[in-house]
């Protein structure tokens, strides 16, 4: 009876240290703006395990080991039994996805392990975090063998204070990336994208003094042209402490003091020049709170609506823009400024002044990259198709990922729409569950508008409506509809009407076709790059008489990867419905819809 005891004790206090005690590293504030922070890379390559039933979490009756990876147990001697070692196992790069790097990892969803071994030397602050820019999907997170904590969602950061446990010597962080789909995750199990799994984003660490400043908002106050308002947030001995708020350009500068929480909420007047497509403006912003100084780039701009009209530092604009994946021209997740710069590029090439950033948050240089070549952004989150709209917990999920994003990206001039699912099903507890996520973006960030894309009905054969009662909530109307691909024929869009019963601007948030880049037929030849053509040349003069269309991001810039598309010698695990193919090849369709936007653009729009 006293050898069953201790063993229960013994797996009680395994599952305490495993679940239950770092639960508290998972409170750890994010911290914003990493690329103005004293910072360390651990980008490069790490080594890892392929661990498709989890052996290095699980022992054989399926409970929590003790002695999983995340010791990096080495044999004491020969006669020791150690079934891993991470030092002579393969290595991938970070930032970077597996299933690009290896062709046996394509189609694999599961578990990897990830090991960085590195020394490190403190450079004059007390506090040190680690940061990762992003993991796809859940990641459980351990440094020198002791757990910090775990993190849900592929798309958006996460860090944790790793002060206490940093070595100088021989330090390992170790990374369990566990990409499969699950029915109650955000996204859920079904999807048209690849999932991409891995350390997909940059991993850092990031010194800090004991009091620092860990985040704070600075942008225009919502309905004012020359007045800035928003706060700052202090981590440490917050209280009663003095934060400077510098533009030094716009000869601004004002002081605030900081609460029993560590927050002071900031309002002053500057005379500022507007960011906009036209003229990207951004000033430097500096914060300084005691020993800790950050700087920013940050542009100024409002945007509201007027009835049907979107109006960008009070006058009306049209969205000229096109839907883009964070699939890289290189292959793979994309990430860092290279890729940024190349798919914007494109997109200005086509003549666009806007991207829905389609159907996740992007990597953080894609943001701050738009803001530099000024290009406005619609960011989503990953509620996509039919989510558990009944399940609370999905909903915290989908919360705590539109919150993470809205905190990394909310100083970001080019943001301007914050979306909050795509193509979901009318239902009321749908409804319930996305009004609850506008909510929440509401009282995060009132400065932006909210959106989301979805869909329409048939009143009568020639007349399609847009009345989802989601749309009540909204400040822009998004629709996705594919006339001339799921919907009939192209010509069918000619003898098309629309009907809109809300008095809101409306973006037609998807249209399109397939099309395999060099394949030449007739024009109602489905797949070539004729019929892509010829839907494009329909579609657009369909849009032309909606009265309230205020925008549209067709889908989408370039062709990506998607396991529902296994066409041989035409898809090939591709959506074709880019207007450039996978290697940078630009489609007929390409140039019809940038004679569009040129048209557009020189009528002052």
């Known amino acids: 009876m006293l050898t069953r005891k201790l063993n229960l004790a013994g797996f009680v206090l395994v599952v305490l240290f495993t679940f239950v005690l770092p639960l508290a590293a998972q409170e750890t504030p994010l911290i914003t703006n990493t690329s103005g922070r004293h910072t360390t890379s651990l980008n490069g390559r790490w080594q ?3 661990d498709p039933y989890e052996t290095g979490y699980y022992d054989y009756r399926y409970e929590p080991r003790s002695d999983g990876y995340f010791k990096n147990t080495k044999p004491a001697s020969p006669g020791d039994l150690v079934e891993y070692d991470f030092d002579r196992s393969p290595q991938l790069t970070v930032p970077g996805d597996w299933n690009s790097q290896d062709e046996k990892l ?15 030397s403190k450079k004059g602050r007390s506090r040190v975090f680690v940061y990762f820019g992003g993991a796809n999907y859940l990641t459980d997170v351990y440094l020198n063998g002791q757990k910090l904590g775990r993190h849900e969602g592929g798309f958006t ?3 944790f204070e790793v002060t206490s446990l940093l070595r100088e010597k021989d330090n390992y962080l170790v990374a369990k990336v566990d990409n499969k789909r699950r029915r109650d995750a955000v996204p859920t199990l079904n999807t048209d994208w690849w999932n991409y799994g891995g350390l997909t984003r940059e991993v850092s660490l990031i010194e800090m003094p004991d009091t620092f400043i860990q985040d704070y908002l600075i942008q225009l106050r919502k309905g ?13 001995t917050a209280a009663n402490q003095t934060v400077n708020i510098e533009i030094p350009e716009a000869k601004t500068k004002q002081s605030v003091t900081t609460d029993a929480n560590g927050y002071a909420p900031v309002s002053f007047k500057a005379s500022l020049n507007l960011w906009s497509p036209q003229t990207p403006k951004l000033y430097d912003v500096k914060l300084t709170a005691g020993a800790d100084v950050v700087t920013d780039k940050i542009g100024f701009r409002s945007i509201e609506t007027k009835g049907t009209d979107i109006l960008l530092n009070g006058k009306p604009i049209f969205l000229r823009g096109i839907s883009v ?11 860092g400024e290279d890729d940024a710069r190349t798919l914007l590029t494109w997109a200005k090439e086509l003549g666009c002044n806007f991207v829905r950033l389609a159907h996740y948050p992007h990597n953080e240089a894609m943001t701050r990259m738009a803001d530099q070549m000024g290009v406005m952004v619609w960011s989503e989150i990953p509620v996509y198709w039919t989510i558990l709209w009944d399940n609370p917990a999905t909903l915290e999920n989908a919360k705590t990922q539109l919150g993470e994003s809205i905190l990394r ?3 970001k001039a080019s943001i301007i729409l914050w979306s909050v699912a795509n193509e979901t099903p009318v239902g009321d507890a749908r409804l319930k569950f996305l009004k609850g996520l506008i909510d929440y973006a509401r009282s995060l960030d009132s400065t932006r508008l909210l959106t989301a894309a979805n869909e329409r009905h048939y009143a009568d054969p020639v007349t399609q409506v847009v009345d989802d009662p989601l749309g009540e909530y909204l400040d822009v109307l998004g629709c996705n509809e594919y006339v001339g691909w799921y919907d009939g024929v192209s010509a069918k869009a000619d003898g098309l009407s629309w009907k809109v019963t809300l008095n809101k601007p409306l973006v037609i948030s998807e249209f399109g076709g397939d099309a395999l880049f060099g394949n030449h037929g007739d024009k109602n030849a489905k797949w070539t790059e004729e019929y892509q053509k010829d839907l494009y040349e329909h579609q657009i003069g369909m849009l032309r008489k909606i009265p309230s269309l205020r925008g549209m991001s067709p889908w989408i810039l370039t062709d990506f990867r998607s396991p529902r598309r296994p066409l041989p010698g035409i ?14 090849e630009k489609k007929q369709a390409f140039f019809v819809l940038q004679d569009f936007y040129r048209e557009l653009s020189e009528a002052g729009k």
């Not at 394509?106 to 490190?120: P, V």
């Not at 898809?571 to 940078?584: A, E, P």
């Open 157 to 159: 950061p996460f860090n």
């Open 48 to 50: 890892t395990i392929i």
């Open 571 to 584: 898809q090939d695990f591709y959506n074709r419905k880019g207007l450039i193919s996978s290697r940078g």
């Open 106 to 120: 394509l189609f694999y969803e599961g578990t990897i392990w990830y090991k960085k071994s590195f020394d490190y």
């Open 409 to 411: 990206d909310k100083n």
């Open 325 to 335: 994946h964070e699939e890289s021209p290189r292959g793979g997740r994309a990430y």
């Open 224 to 236: 004012t042209l020359d007045q800035v308002a928003g706060w700052v947030k202090l981590n440490g």
